[in-house]
């Protein structure tokens, strides 16, 4: 079975998409696929297709939905069935029971070895934050440039998705965007603050009280002898701070600011960004 999560929902068995059209067995996959191989409890799915006000026919109605994903997951074990069974395991054929479990008190999605590209993802991740560590900043940027491009679009896009799948989608797009954070951290210590000035343009204005990447686009303007331009940065991202979330900005952005006050120089050197990272206001302070 292969798993993709980070942009349109896709799943896939013996190659065949199991993709329900409807809604709500579709949010069922997509929890399922999220926790693959691991069992999902019943009453954390009901919450998910009806939240705090589930119908009396809740578990008959998401017993139906369970039903109509085998169907699907059978179809595609039956047409990658040819000659000796792709889908055969040491006991015989496997079927759609055997991919999708019925588990005391809930339902598990078996992996059987696929694919999930939330899976690389933390692989390639944690590969660039140990070469971060380790002070490999190009091994660090190029494997955290390959888990970034593993995503298709915002997590599960076309999933209508409820509580649980909203705070599963809000921490896996809080991994990306330390993910994106680490890797222009990584190109900042390779110097290659003038071909960040682009990418990081746009994120600050999508994450307009993002301290950390502020922060990274202030050094990496002053490296480029832009430095009247880093402070007004620091003056934007200060308004928005003050009147969004009625704070200051941290104490390690504005000794970042002061540094490039008194600096004599147009481009002296300047400590990495990474001081003015961290805080619960830097987590997916996203605006639109």
């Not at 993002?210 to 934007?236: C, I, K, N, P």
């Amino acid at each position: 079975m292969d798993i993709d999560v980070l942009g349109p929902l896709g799943v896939r068995v013996n190659g065949v998409a199991v993709m329900p059209s409807a809604p709500k067995p579709r949010k069922v996959l997509a929890l399922l696929a999220l926790h693959v191989d691991r069992v999902v409890p019943v009453g954390l799915l009901v919450d998910e297709l009806w939240g705090e006000r589930p119908p009396r026919s809740a578990r008959t109605t998401l017993q139906t939905y369970v039903l109509q994903l085998r169907e699907l997951i059978g179809a595609a074990l039956e047409s990658g069935r040819t000659g000796v069974a792709s889908g055969a395991g040491p006991d015989g054929p496997v079927s759609a029971k055997d991919v999708l479990v019925t588990a005391p008190g809930g339902y598990l999605l078996r992996g059987g070895g696929g694919s999930s590209d939330v899976r690389e993802f933390d692989r390639l991740a944690g590969m660039g934050y140990r070469a971060m560590d380790g002070e490999d900043f190009a091994g660090a940027a190029r494997s955290l440039r390959e888990a970034l491009a593993l995503w298709g679009g915002s997590a599960l896009a076309d999933v209508r998705v409820g509580a649980q799948l909203e705070v599963e989608v809000c921490r896996l797009e809080e991994a990306r965007l330390c993910a994106l954070y680490q890797r222009i951290e990584a190109d900042l210590r390779l110097g290659r603050h003038r071909e960040l000035l682009g990418e990081l343009t746009v994120l600050v204005s999508r994450y307009r009280t993002h301290e950390a990447l502020h922060g990274q686009f202030m050094l990496a303007l002053y490296r480029s002898g832009r430095r009247s331009e880093a402070l007004s940065v620091y003056q934007r991202l200060r308004q928005a701070l003050v009147r969004d979330l009625g704070l200051e900005p941290s104490a390690g952005l504005r000794r970042l600011q002061q540094t490039m006050i008194q600096a004599s120089e147009p481009t002296p050197h300047i400590a990495r960004t990474g001081a003015v990272s961290g805080g619960p206001r830097d987590r997916l302070a996203r605006v639109g």
